[in-house]
């Protein structure tokens, strides 16, 4: 695996701003587990939906947004259109 080989956690770019976000949008709870295993910022923002719990919650994926809560997420974190992870679980 790349991650295996030295490559960054937490690298960001594109749309889903990084792996961590893209992992928790679609729900891969097993790539999230691993992802934080090595280190990655549960807070880290960018892409379109801010941080990783916001694009969880905007999902419905329970286990993944109950994971990043374990590991510290900030669920008043501002971002995306909703304003927080919170708000957008609940619409």
Same mark, same amino acid.
């Given at each position: 695996m790349l991650l295996d080989k030295?490559?960054?956690v *937490? +690298? %960001?770019g594109g749309v889903y701003g990084n792996a961590l976000q893209a992992a928790s949008l679609t729900g891969h709870d097993q790539v999230v587990?691993?992802?934080l295993d090595k280190g990655a910022d549960v807070n880290? %923002?960018?892409g379109v939906y801010g941080n990783a719990l916001y694009a969880a919650s905007s999902r419905g994926h329970d286990q993944v947004v109950r994971m990043l809560l374990d590991k510290g997420a900030d669920? *008043? +974190?501002?971002?995306g259109e909703y304003? *927080? +992870?919170l708000q957008?679980?609940?619409c």
């Open positions: 030295g490559a960054d *937490n +690298a %960001r587990q691993m992802l880290a %923002r960018g669920v *008043n +974190a501002q971002c304003g *927080n +992870a957008r679980g609940g």
